[in-house]
């Protein structure tokens, strides 16, 4: 035979060797790389609702879950749910917010990572809440500490807050 057609790279000799390590990759490594990226994906609208502390972080966390069990049709919903400001929330609770963004900040204040007007702004939205009766006990010791931080404005607020409790 004067001259054999080879339409591969690779000499006749290692080409089972090769098909051999790719069936495995495929077999193995593909679908492993499948569902960490499904898996990414999914919760992906958490990670996003935990960014920008949506107030309803837990619940779109739930509907990240039940998307995984549901073959991901519920993933647009959750995806959109973390983008989309809830409209009655500030009417309810006076915040836009997370309750674990103000003990975030709280700390951030505590350590002297957070300006004034930053400190200020957090204890006007801590008041806001507590005037529609939305603190919890965490958030109200977290308003008193506030308060303990700035003196000439710990007055008015300590009192105010007497006045609540």
């Not at 990670?47 to 995984?68: E, N």
């Not at 975030?104 to 505590?110: C, P």
């Not at 007055?155 to 409790?165: H, K, L, R, Y």
Request: aromatic fraction near 10%; proline fraction near 5%; hydrophobic fraction near 50%.
């Amino acid at each position: 035979m004067p001259g054999e057609a080879n339409a591969s790279f690779l000499p006749p000799e290692q080409m089972g060797a090769a098909a051999t390590g790719l069936a495995w990759f495929i077999i193995v490594v593909i679908p492993i790389a499948g569902i960490v990226l499904f898996w990414l994906v999914h919760v992906m609208p958490e990670k996003i609702a935990h960014k920008k502390h949506h107030p309803q972080r837990d619940a779109i966390k739930v509907l990240c879950l039940l998307s995984l069990f549901f073959g991901g049709m519920l993933w647009p919903l959750a995806w959109l749910w973390a983008y989309v400001k809830p409209v009655g929330y500030r009417a309810a609770y006076g915040t836009e917010k997370h309750e674990d963004y103000f003990h975030e900040q709280g700390e951030k204040a505590a350590t002297g990572q957070l300006l004034e007007h930053d400190i200020a702004h957090l204890r006007d939205e801590l008041d806001a809440m507590d005037a529609r009766g939305a603190l919890t006990a965490e958030l109200k010791q977290l308003r008193r500490d506030l308060a303990a931080l700035d003196p000439r404005a710990g007055d008015a607020t300590t009192v105010a807050g007497n006045a609540s409790t």
